[in-house]
């Protein structure tokens, strides 16, 4: 299943969730970006759904805004005792989350499919 929102495109295919930003705070109202984001977290209240990979396919540059609705999805994946990754980044994205160390909390692979293998392969 498909949903496609105004800021995130969602994609559920259990215990999967991929999530791919759309762009960045600047182009959308923030109080948008909030309830998307809680829109998405709230997927995780579902036992189906454990592990999220964040595709940044579609995004050269994120600011502080969506990078903390990311990084609350990662969170809450953990806490769930799934697993989260990141794919498809360019390499501004790759030097953007290598600067502020989230590269190192969580994997970057360099397509989704190789995410995808790595979450299954571990689960």
Do not use: H
Request: contains cysteine; glycine residues 4%.
């Amino acid at each position: 299943m498909v949903d496609n929102l105004e800021i995130f495109e969602v994609e559920v295919s259990a215990p999967n969730l991929v999530v791919v930003p759309l762009g960045s705070t600047l182009q959308f109202l923030y109080s948008n970006v909030q309830t998307e984001s809680n829109k998405v977290l709230r997927l995780f209240d579902t036992p189906e759904i454990k592990n999220v990979i964040i595709d940044l396919s579609r995004v050269d540059y994120l600011d502080s805004i969506i990078i903390g609705s990311i990084i609350r999805l990662l969170q809450r994946a953990r806490q769930t005792g799934g697993q989260a990754v990141f794919c498809n980044a360019c390499e501004n994205m790759q030097n953007i989350l290598k600067c502020i160390k989230v590269g190192s909390l969580w994997p970057l692979f360099e397509t989704r499919e190789e995410a995808i293998t790595a979450i299954t392969s571990n689960s």
